[in-house]
Antibody, heavy 115, light 107 residues
């Protein structure tokens, strides 16, 4: 099970940090990916973090603005997005990664960017 | 980056109909292709991986095929609970790009 933090409202230019707490499996054994979905739109892959060594791979679109981390002591993954714009308004999902597949998903976190 | 293009973008079919969705990659991805189902207001669910392998618990009316650049998702007999948007995703290498989605409705 992946349980994400609650909805956020941010102003343009601010940052947001979404958490994703894992339970029911050995956290360190699987990687975590982040996917977002703007209102009424499709799924957009943001990147993934390898849990065993912390290596990350970000979609080029988010390079320089996104940071993905994990905390194995609390089995929690984090995704921070900076310099928010109105078009960052979306539901952000974390997903457990098994051989590059997103096999379990968090419930999603709505991030609204509005002045 | 490799682009993933799905067609059609939406379709409407009757219960019991055979439904086919296609996904085309701009470059070859072998069989590193997954399909996800997202029901309205719900979280995406992994349906098929390696182009044709059903995830555990997925009904057998779903099937996938293809290799290289052209892939299909088939629902052999459409059921009311299959109303959803279906996404393909490549995962041979990052970025793990999704297709734009195909919305399936009941006629």
């Amino acid at each position: 099970q992946l349980v994400q933090s609650g909805a956020e409202v941010k102003k343009p230019g601010a940052s947001v940090k979404v958490s994703c707490k894992a339970s029911g499996y050995t956290f360190s054994t699987y990687d975590i990916s982040w996917v977002r979905q703007a209102p009424g739109q499709g799924l957009e892959w943001m990147g993934w973090i390898r849990n065993y060594n912390g290596n990350t791979n970000y979609a080029q679109k988010f390079q320089g603005r996104v940071t993905m981390t994990t905390d194995s002591s609390t089995s929690t993954a984090y995704m921070e997005l900076t310099n928010l714009r109105s078009d960052d308004t979306a539901v952000y999902f974390c997903a457990r990664v098994f051989v590059s597949l997103c096999d379990y998903w968090g419930q999603g976190t709505l991030v609204t960017v509005s002045s | 980056d490799i682009q993933m293009t799905q067609s059609p973008s939406s379709l409407s079919a009757s219960v019991g109909d055979r439904v086919t969705i296609t996904c085309r990659a701009s470059q070859g991805i072998a069989n590193y292709l997954a399909w996800y189902q997202q029901k309205p207001g719900k979280v995406p669910k992994l349906l098929i991986y390696t182009a044709s392998t059903l995830q555990s618990g997925v009904p057998s009316r779903f099937s996938g095929s293809g290799f290289g650049t052209d892939f299909t998702l088939t629902i052999s007999s459409l059921q009311p609970e299959d109303v959803a948007t279906y996404y393909c995703q490549k995962y041979n290498s990052a970025p793990w790009t999704f297709g734009q989605g195909t919305k399936v409705e009941i006629k």
